[in-house]
């Protein structure tokens, strides 16, 4: 008789299909696989036990691709950097918030982003990116692929869709275009790069030989607010140490698309070494279970500290997508595309460093560092700390500002919230 490990959770009751958040604290996990423990146990271990020689071939030739698999017939456990339980049943998991055929996970963000970038592009070709980007990725586009030959394009996500439609007049980049990476909403500005849009785009640029992919780093609104796959995206990249992993006290990636891309991808995983530890698959699916319930408080807290700070004489802008003015682009692609304003909030103070470093200083409730979506409340300066690598000038071109800060609203009471930003302002 064999075991069917993966998969076998009922997603429906009757008529009824569950949601994710009523999946998030069993799905793809069997008790009685694990001596009845309600919880998958922590697997610690580097290897896995065949029961015969002919089983271990048989997963060998499943893992390596050698041959297609039986019906029925699924890969058995073999060594931690193919496959390890806590994983395989995150991996599950965090297919149902994205609707997605397939998922991997990977020991942080960047994990992710480098291991599927560097499974798709090869030599000659170009990868079409938006501005600003997570500064990590922006130095893997532009220090570390170039070396192997890769051309990134930069496009300002304040540019429209009009700007992408630009750059790709220049047929060198539409010849060569292998993929289109945006980070939408563009950290720290919030502006919004339509999905569906590079999606059309894509399509028009592939050819019978190169299929061109959209991947969206959904890290600030994913995976309850916003979910590119639904607009035609690809794949779907998280720096999973934010929002999914929500408490500051893990490093994680995922990336998810249809079982073919993230197939692909495995191999790339498999023998670059950068899936997740079984302790980081363990601790995010405990995450898992109170996604939903922090997203949502957290989405609650921002609203009332965002219409603060639209009032107050001492804050000059503030960038929050709940704020965005009726009937303008922005806020029809809001509508289109985001399934609510999240809760990452920037500002301007009137004035510059100075006064935005007074007020920083001055906070007692909310964390000045850097990251996000944990769920405590954090500030940070983007010009001087996340985006401080960028060049001066093109800082400037993305809306990044001396006096600009960026929060990351967390789980407190959001009158207690209130009163720290409230002290810290009439300290600048
Ligand atoms: C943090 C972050 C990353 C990188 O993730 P790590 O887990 O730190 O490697 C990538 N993209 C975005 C948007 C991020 O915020």
Known sequence: MTTIRRNSHSRTIGSTTLRPES?????????????????????????????TAEEGKAFFELAYGLRKSEPDEEMGLIYSRLNNPNLEILEDRLTLWDGAEAALVFESGMAAISTTLLNFLSPGDVILHSEPIYGGTDYLLKHILPRFGIRPVGVLANGGTEAIEKALLDHTVSERLKMIFIETPANPTNALVDIAACAELARHYSTPQKQV??????????????????????????????????????????????????????????ILGTMASPMTGWLLLRSLETLKLRMTSQM?????????????????????????????????????????????????????????????????????????????????????????????????????????????????????????????????
Not at 36 to 42: M, S
Not at 214 to 237: E, R, S
Request: proline share 5%.
């Open 213 to 270: 992919l959209v991947a969206v780093d959904n890290t600030f609104l994913g995976p309850l607010w916003q979910h590119p796959l639904h607009h035609g995206a690809d794949l779907v990249i998280y720096s999973a140490t934010k929002y999914i992993g929500g408490h500051s006290d893990v490093i994680a990636g995922v990336c998810l698309g249809s079982a073919r891309l993230i197939d692909s991808i495995k191999n790339m995983r498999t």
């Open 300 to 428: 609650k807290n921002a609203r009332y500290v965002a219409d603060y700070l639209a009032d107050h004489p001492k804050v000059q802008q503030v960038y929050y997508l709940g704020h965005l003015g009726e009937g303008s682009p922005q806020y029809k692609l809001y509508r289109r595309q985001c399934a609510s304003p999240g809760s990452i909030i920037s500002f301007e103070l009137v004035g510059g460093e100075a006064e935005a470093f007074r007020f920083l200083n001055a906070l007692e409730l909310f964390h000045l560092a850097v990251s996000l979506g944990g769920t405590e409340s954090l500030a940070e300066h983007p010009a001087s700390m996340t985006h401080s690598d960028v060049d001066p000038e093109e800082r400037i071109e993305m809306g990044i500002t001396d006096n600009m800060v960026r929060l990351s609203i967390g789980v407190e009471h959001p009158e207690d919230l209130i009163a720290d930003l409230e002290q810290a302002l009439a300290k600048v």
């Open 23 to 51: 999946l998030m604290m069993g799905y793809g996990y069997r008790p009685e696989l694990s001596e009845g423990a309600i919880k998958p146990p922590l697997f610690l271990t580097s290897t896995f036990v065949f029961k």
